[in-house]
């Protein structure tokens, strides 16, 4: 399901998964969370790095994408407008930004 569906009308974090699995062609099986004991605790450890070369990379592809999306919004220019000032001015997606 998750790979059929368009980007645009998944969910953030599964757009995230998205984006990361454009370059490749995977195939998808669900596993319950239950059996995924190692990678739930990886995912948990935070750890506090300078952004790697693929960072970079993803978020580059993440702001082509978003950019991409935007341009294709069936939505008046004033209305995109008013949409980046709100967004700039929202405190959570400004401190989401940062990430």
Known sequence: IVNRQNIGDAPPRIQRLLLRLLRY??????????LLNIPDTLSRAYV????????IILQ????????????????????????????A?????CYVKQY
């Open 89 to 93: 001015n929202d405190p959570i997606l």
């Open 48 to 55: 506090s790095r300078p952004p790697s070369r693929s960072d």
């Open 25 to 34: 062609s995977v195939e998808l099986t669900y596993v319950p969370g239950k």
């Open 60 to 87: 580059n592809e993440a702001e082509v994408m978003v950019h991409s999306f935007i341009s294709q919004l069936n939505c008046s220019d004033e209305f995109k407008h008013r949409l980046r000032v709100e967004t």
